[in-house]
């Protein structure tokens, strides 16, 4: 008998993975790097806006949603209060818009691009992320 109590059956033979086979493991990160590639500049959020089709359904009015008014003249009101002289200023101390972190635009068709542009980045330096535009919808005979 040997003296390691095998029986006489000879030299034990280790079954085992003495390494780690990481050859899967580097195939699956360089598919996912090449997606998070492709999908990456897709998830840039910047302002949003959805230009009104010819025909559209009609939005039911919700008083509830917080609405930035402006008007002709170029006033800006929110809500029923004028905050022309420091619209980011009150935006920004506006507790119901830190809280819900959306708003709602409606701008008279007449009001000069530039000052619905100035109004929505306003909003966005407050901080809302959500950012709607209410239009009337055309009436179609």
Known sequence: MSAGGGGGRGKRRLSGMNEINVTPLIDVMLVLLVIFMVTAPLLTTGVQVDLPKV????????DSKLLIIVTADEHVYLGKDEITEAVEEKLRTNARLAEEKEVFVQADENVKYGVVLRVMAAARAAGVEKLGMVTDPLVVK
């Open 55 to 62: 025909k559209s359904a009609t939005m039911q009015a919700d």
